[in-house]
């Protein structure tokens, strides 16, 4: 019976535990090198920490690219501020090329006013139709109002001045509904 239950006790509670961490006061190695007194067992990965390699120097095309990119930063951070104007031009022309009729209305200002660019009433018109065709209000008053005053515009004849004036006031221009006052005094428009 005492041999029997020796066996029952060997099966549930073997004398000799195989598990990965020592039994307190055994001496281990962590490392795949020989003992080295300096590890700790208690620290996490086991005493094993893996540091950064030393990084490989950047290759001279890399440095020449950001020396070139810090230096285009700095022309362009110049260029905003002594010439804003000019470059505010620019972008919008970009977005009015791009059909944003709210852009092409203000390339046709930049060229009444002559603001960042050469003045010339021909191109502000021109660019005050193009706003006007895909329904910008403002574009649509000052074309008719450039055709009024007699610059030279695509627009045919005094009704379709009207007619822009209209649809300007429609949309809540005020320019708008006091020129169209002023053309039709009594209201027959």
């Known amino acids: 019976m005492a041999t029997a239950a020796a066996g029952i006790r060997a099966r549930i509670r073997p004398e000799k535990v195989d ?5 307190p ?4 190695s962590w490392t795949d090198d020989e003992e080295n007194e300096d590890e700790d067992p ?3 990965f086991g005493g094993k920490v893996y540091l950064a390699r030393k990084k490989k120097p950047d290759t001279l095309l890399v440095r020449i690219l950001e020396a070139l990119a810090v230096i285009g930063v700095i022309l362009f951070i110049y260029y905003s501020y002594y010439h804003f104007d000019n470059l505010h031009f620019h972008v ?3 977005y009015a090329h791009i059909g944003q009729s709210h852009a092409m209305h ?6 009444l006013y002559g603001k960042g660019v050469n003045r010339d009433m021909d191109k502000a018109m021109e660019w005050f139709r ?12 000052n074309l008719a109002v450039g055709h ?4 030279r515009t695509d627009v045919k004849d005094k009704g379709e001045a009207k007619e822009l004036l209209k649809f300007a006031a429609s949309k809540g221009v005020p320019e708008a509904e006091d020129a169209l006052n002023r053309m039709c005094p009594y209201g027959d428009c």
């Open 130 to 141: 193009y706003a006007a065709d895909r329904g910008h209000p403002h574009a649509s008053h």
């Open 106 to 111: 203000l390339v046709g200002q930049r060229y």
């Open 92 to 94: 919008t022309h970009f």
């Open 25 to 28: 006061g055994e001496k281990t």
């Open 42 to 44: 208690n620290l996490p």
């Open 148 to 151: 009024l005053q007699g610059y």
């Open 19 to 23: 598990h990965p961490w020592p039994e």
